[in-house]
């Protein structure tokens, strides 16, 4: 017995060294296989791994592109089924009704947008340049490319290129952010439309395009003022030539968000918004989620950092300058600089607080909005499907590709596929019934009135008791002069000298018809003439400082016949007591 458990250990312990012998000798054969491979093929497995990754890590899509025979993909409009606007306008557009076809090696968002932003392939023109100066102290460059012309320009006044009865449609463009009118996209924009005939004018940032800060106000993504002044300067100087506005990304979002705040009281005729944020809370999660969102946020916390460091003066003065330098996101730097400049309380508030999508269910005029369902930077979580479907004024649409701002298409990339849409649009939108016509709404910021400048005052009404009180439209006649003087620095002097010549004019003739001849003694007069005139001037210049030299001037000609009167019973009284007494002692 002892002898077959024994004989059977030993079989097992034979069997198992065989069995590892037989491992190891397959290993071994294995790695002689592996040896006899060629270094080459090696290179070309790991090359090949590599292209993979890189394909989906940058979102290619030239196979799709390949195996649909490069047909491109349709654009999907998303509008209300009773829009009069697309029945009218879009219905008749037919870009957006077609296919876009990237440009085939340029097939992937992230591609097209550092295509556009490296080259971008612009076309060579020179802007005009005017300065135009806000009601807080503020400066801005409104650069311009005219359709007749694209030759070279220096500043500028307004007036010696375009009349007020010109009846040429003006396209008001709102860059990006940290985006001017040099950038390629918004070159390429205003070169194409200015081919149209359009007259163009970009409507720079504050601080951007080569121009100070001048006050302590800077613009942020739900900035309205610049962009409420501006069209109301340009409405207000021609008032023949129908406004249209485009906004590109953040431009978009700030153009949205006037027009849904201004209602019908906008005078932009149409407008069309590309590639907008649209939810800029929703916008902060996504760009921080991937590895390469960050790096979309890292590059564009640079170029704010760079715009930061233009103006240290006042960013150190009202920011926290320290975090600003060391901020990593956007979050960072609106959290250290936006939020203290802007007075928001947090970040997520200033988001909440500027974002376009809560406003665009107030636009009144027709709005044409373009994204990219694979924008890196503006995710298409933050469209508002819903709320662009339920305005009549509201045609959305959207592509499978392009990028962000980028849309290049043609084998040469020579073109912008979102710019011919949008040029198509507003060409159609002008020649249609379909354009949006202001209401005309007495504002009490701009007076347009063509009335005569005896119905805007102010003139000066001497009652029975003999206060003196201004009446007539005074409110509205210092802000023609106000918003005139602070809005442009192109205001002819003429002009002013005009309407302060004719509200003299007004006040004299009122005054003669209203005063009568004093009755009483000369010393009362004269004491009820100078309280009259203090209270007068105490009045007005509660009501407008500005217009304190101004009723002084004219309180003193209208008075002039009572003091002169009084000047002279006083003086001829005098003189007869010195001649008589004279006569006396002789």
Known sequence: ??????????????????????????????????????????????????????????????????????????????????????????????????????????????????????????????????????????????????????????????????????????????????????????????????????????????????????????????????????????????????????????????????L?????????????????????????????????????????????????????????????????????????????????VGKFETVDTYYRNCSSSTYVGNVSIPLLCISSLDDPVCTVEAIPWDECRANKNVVLATTWHGGHLAFFEGITAAGMWWVRAVNEYLGVLHSSPYMHVRKKVQEPGLHLSTESSIDQGPYLNVSEDGMVAAVGNEQTRNSIVGDHQTNSEMVLDNEQDEQLTGAKSDAVPNTDRTCEPPANTPDTELRNLTASVTSCLNQLSQRNKRSMWLLAYVAIITTWPLVGSALRYIFGKKRKNVLSATLTKR
């Open 260 to 340: 849904g705040e201004e209602g019908e009281k906008t005078p932009v005729a149409g407008a069309a918004a590309i590639c907008s944020p649209w939810d800029l809370l929703i916008g902060d999660r996504f760009i921080g989620r991937r590895l390469i969102q960050k790096l979309y946020d890292r590059a564009l916390t640079i170029g704010l950092q760079d715009y930061a460091q233009l103006h240290e003066p006042r960013y150190s003065r009202l920011a926290n300058w320290e975090g600003i330098k060391k901020s990593r996101s956007i979050r960072d730097f609106d959290s250290h600089a936006t939020c203290l």
């Open 1 to 258: 017995m002892l002898a077959v458990l024994l004989s059977m250990s030993f079989s097992e312990e034979s069997s198992s060294s065989s069995s590892s012998s037989l491992n190891g000798d397959a290993y071994a054969l294995l790695f002689n296989a592996l040896r006899l491979i060629p270094i080459s093929h090696y290179l070309l497995a790991l090359s090949l791994l590599f292209v993979i990754v890189i394909y989906n890590f940058l979102e290619f899509h030239f196979v799709e592109d390949l195996f649909s025979g490069f047909r491109g993909s349709p654009v999907r409009l998303t509008f209300n089924s009773s829009s009069p606007i697309y029945d009218g306008v879009v219905s008749k557009c037919k870009i957006v009704h077609g296919r876009y076809l990237v440009t085939p090696w340029l097939s992937s968002p992230h591609i097209q947008t550092a295509f556009l932003h490296f080259f971008g392939r612009p076309p060579c023109f020179s802007y005009r340049r005017q300065l135009f100066r806000l009601s807080d102290g503020g400066m801005i460059a409104l650069d311009w490319l005219m359709g007749s012309t694209a030759g070279p320009g220096d500043v500028f006044h307004a007036n010696n290129f375009i009349s007020k009865d010109d009846t040429t449609p003006i396209a008001i463009v709102i860059p990006g952010l940290t985006s001017d009118s040099a950038a390629s996209y918004i070159r390429h924009l205003v070169f194409n439309t200015a081919k149209h005939g359009w007259n163009v004018v970009v409507s720079n940032h504050r601080g951007l395009g080569g121009v100070s800060i001048t006050s302590d106000c800077f613009y942020n993504a739900g900035w309205t003022e610049d962009a409420r002044e501006v069209i109301g300067y340009l409405h207000h100087e021609y008032p023949k030539a129908p406004l249209f506005a485009i906004g590109t990304s953040i431009g978009a979002n700030i153009l949205v968000k006037y």
